[in-house]
């Protein structure tokens, strides 16, 4: 199993932080390079995280870091947001917030019902091309909406909620394996399995790191990013990236 994953023209390591708890102290800064430290790949945030304060933080605790991590962040969430004059207002805020001249990974938070997709995906690509955005990503999403995203942008990352208890994204799991696109689960520890703890003692591991190991082995695309605020859960995150599961305890939690 690999440990990395290629996002644009990065090699990262196959976890990352999810970040919609953070808010803006000098201890949560502490908390981020910590984590940088402990090897995360990625940080995940959204201009909606607590009130903006998330992004900040991260901004913060960056700046000046000459080995950073990949900083993905999103907008357009609620309805509505995805129109242009909304979207660019939240991008020029998460550029400000993180401060950055061009950022990492940007994805549309949510397919908004009053604004076409294309015209929001159009937007973000405009930001790309001026050298504001490197790579592009999409949030619970579809295959159909993946593939119309792409004929205007190349799509890098897909960020769907997906874990062992909830399996709804299959299909889009393969569609990202097959395409070469990050697979980036939200919330990927929920989970309830008779098989985990089992497995778990056998590995000397704990049934989240299980888990983790289970979307690791799941396809080589996927980079999960568990949230967390303690950075004892955020080296035992990483280390997950060192369990092997065996063909048969992948099977038993299938």
Not at 242 to 248: A, H, K, N, T, V
């Amino acid at each position: 199993m690999s440990a990395t994953i290629r996002i644009g023209d990065r090699e990262v390591a196959r976890m990352g932080l999810g970040t919609n708890r953070l808010a803006d102290t000098p201890a949560n800064i502490g908390f981020i390079r910590a984590a940088v430290e402990a090897g995360i790949g990625m940080i995940d945030t959204a201009h909606s995280y607590t009130g903006g304060a998330s992004e900040r933080t991260i901004g913060a605790a960056l700046a000046g870091l000459r080995h950073r991590p990949v900083v993905a962040t999103k907008g357009g969430f609620g309805r509505g947001q995805g129109a242009r004059p909304v979207l660019a207002e939240q991008i020029e805020q998460s550029l400000s917030a993180l401060r950055v001249d061009r950022i990492d990974l940007y994805y549309l938070h949510r397919v908004d019902p009053d604004t076409p997709l294309e015209k929001s995906v159009e937007l973000i690509e405009e930001y790309r091309a001026a050298g504001k955005i490197d790579c592009v990503g999409l949030s619970q999403v579809g295959v159909a909406e993946i593939e119309r995203a792409q004929r205007i942008v190349p799509i890098s990352a897909v960020q769907n909620h997906f874990n062992l208890a909830e399996r709804g994204w299959d299909e889009v799991v393969d569609y990202c394996a097959g395409q070469g696109i990050a697979f980036v689960p939200f919330f990927p520890l929920r989970a309830e399995h008779r098989a985990l703890a089992d497995i778990a003692r056998r590995h000397g591991a704990s049934p989240s790191q299980i888990t983790l190991a289970w979307l690791l082995r799941r396809s080589a695309q996927v980079l999960p990013i568990p949230g967390t605020l303690s950075i004892e859960h955020v080296r035992e995150n990483v280390a997950a990236l060192d369990i092997e599961l065996s063909d048969d305890e992948y099977a038993a939690l299938a």
